[in-house]
């Protein structure tokens, strides 16, 4: 019989922009999902309209006909947008987020990058502002380790500015050069 560790809360919070974060998790753009709702919310107005007209009701008896069909409506929106969310969180939110609890620190790393590279695609193919972009710096803070450079762009070529690393990273007998993409990272022996 073996002991089940207990499972620590995961959680996916965008810092600015989510709606590429919220279309990953939920399955559905959220400007979509407003625009569903809106044009819903439209034919539901109509069809009360349209049913309320067709009965060729006058001054009192039109005014209590339109408020019943306005209840009458009330129950099965609020039910088709519960059934929406239950699905939304059965088949997308629930299994990423039981995903991300799970995940090693550089595979949750690799997560975060990939939703804000998406975020800058889509900027980048559609009309919308490119409002990110550019290379991507990725670090993880931990209990553990507290805060490491996953990725780190650095604003010039380190390959042109071997001074910089000899100046900040000077090498002595106890540490070595990391091959790591030329950041000048270091580690010791």
Do not use: C
Not at 79 to 89: H, W
């Amino acid at each position: 019989m073996s002991e089940e560790k207990p499972r620590g809360k995961a959680a996916i919070i965008p810092f600015a922009q989510g709606e590429m974060v919220r279309l990953f998790m939920e399955g559905i753009d959220p400007a979509f999902q407003q625009e569903i709702e809106h044009a819903l919310g439209e034919f539901a107005a109509g069809l009360a309209e349209g049913l309320v007209g067709s009965t060729g009701a006058a001054g009192r008896r039109e005014s209590t006909l339109r408020k019943q069909v306005d209840q009458a409506g009330t129950v099965p929106a609020k039910q088709f947008y519960e059934r929406l969310d239950a699905y939304s969180a059965r088949s997308h939110v629930r299994p990423v987020v039981s995903a991300v609890a799970n995940l090693p620190k550089e595979e949750l790393a690799g997560m975060a990058e990939s939703l804000v590279s998406l975020t800058s695609f889509k900027r980048r193919v559609t009309h919308d502002p490119e409002t990110v972009g550019g290379p991507i710096d990725v670090a993880v803070i931990s209990k553990g380790d507290g805060f490491i450079w996953i990725n780190r762009k650095n604003y010039f070529d380190p390959e042109l500015n071997h001074q910089f690393f000899a100046n900040y990273y000077p090498v002595d007998s106890r540490t070595t050069t990391r091959s790591s993409g030329g950041n000048g990272a270091r580690r010791r022996k």
